[in-house]
């Protein structure tokens, strides 16, 4: 069966290569793109409805990074584009998941295996902990929710 995490790990290994390639103009999208057009941006007022000085405050919204994602649709739609948005995670989610998890299980067993040395049981067969450690991972990977409840 495959979980949630990974099948947005397949897609996201799809769109990696073009968000590398499409880095945001300095003057944001909306302005390059009406430039390519050879559009003002009293035309792009117009076919947005609204005043010019919209657009230009529009424009440097975007460029700035303080833009609705509403405001940018119906940009795009009066600049004959589609907004895509999406967040992609800088390493496939299923790394990030099993790296907290194993970090996850780390402490706790240093935990148990503080109380245990305490009490003179302390587990010292590295084969037994680490196979302590796999289980432990593969319960919190079963709930990932609980990994995020400490720092």
């Known amino acids: 069966m495959v979980t949630s995490f990974e099948q947005l790990d397949l897609r996201f290994d799809d769109l990696r290569p073009f968000v590398q390639a499409a880095t945001r103009p300095s003057r944001g999208w909306v302005r390059a793109i009406r430039e390519a057009l050879g559009m003002t941006t009293g035309q ?62 780390d402490r706790r067993l240093a935990s148990v295996d503080q109380t245990m040395r305490l009490e003179a049981q302390g587990v010292t067969d590295k084969a037994e902990r680490r196979q302590a450690q796999q289980q432990l991972i593969a319960e919190l990977l079963r709930k990932p929710a609980r990994l995020w409840d400490e720092p």
Do not use: F
Request: hydrophobic share 40%; net charge positive; with cysteine.
């Open 44 to 105: 792009l007022a117009r076919r947005l409805g609204v005043q010019q000085p919209r657009v230009i405050e529009l424009e440097r919204g975007e460029a700035s990074g303080n833009i609705t994602i509403q405001t940018l649709e119906r940009a795009a739609e009066a600049l004959g584009c589609r907004l895509v948005y999406a967040l992609i995670p800088e390493r496939p989610l299923g790394d990030v998941l099993k790296e907290r998890a194993t970090t996850a299980a």
